[in-house]
């Protein structure tokens, strides 16, 4: 059980810490004074437009500019940094690194007494690909650092999406930290009742039995929770948003993103390498 607490442990962390914490977003930087309608919409553009992009000087653009605006914002670089390229290795790594052996070209390197060889055109494909991820991932981490989960409502309401959608996401928000205690509570309950050591395959049978456990406590809080919201009247409705306009640094932004979506549409047109 030693490993699975550990990585409960450290999932629970990182979550708390990663996804909980808005003490970015209550800095008084540049991304926070902006209006959250004109954050979000610039971060659906800029993410768009990344992923069409297949020029690394481009990329490399994109992938400064959240870097400078980080800065601007008053968030630490490392922090925002690590929040980025920690996921990324692991999951563009999976799809990327077999393609470098995959994708037929000029050969780079052959693995010894094997026929796979490494590709030129195989290894720029996996660096693009692994650059592209971290450059969209880089704006949506930004934004969800200097914004408000209030204010990620009221940007989702302003823009017409349907309530339910933002209920299920207020609530997956909301308890995403509770349920993660609940595993970890129980799988300290038990191991509180245990002897000794349990072998792998007891342990995988324990850690399904407390994920089972976690669901149906989901599914009980859930209608629970669900009940009472419809006790005191919600009707699926988001409240409107409120207290917002746009200023002179909205009008930044916006500029912002207008030049980088055309410096995107130009770097494509023109075959910019």
Known sequence: MGL??????????FTTEAVFSERYAREDGLLQKADPRVRFFSLFVLV???????????????????????????????????????????????????SMFMVPGKPLLTIPHTDITLTWEGLRWAVLFTLRVATAVSYAVLFTMTSRWNEVLSALSSFKVPGMVITIATLAYRYTFLLSKLLLDSMHARRARLAGDLG?????KEAGKHIGATFIKASALGEEVYYAMLSRGYKNEVPPVEGFKIEAVDYLIISLTAFLLLFGVIATKVGLP
């Open 48 to 98: 768009s437009t990344v992923v069409f992009l297949r020029s690394f000087t481009a990329l490399l653009v994109f992938y400064t500019v959240p870097l400078l605006l980080s800065y601007f914002s008053k968030v630490k670089l490392g922090d925002f940094v690590k929040r980025v390229w920690v996921f990324v290795p692991i999951f563009t790594g999976i799809i990327a690194a077999p």
């Open 200 to 204: 792998m395959v007891e342990s995988w």
């Open 4 to 13: 699975l607490e550990e990585t409960a442990k450290e999932v629970l962390q």
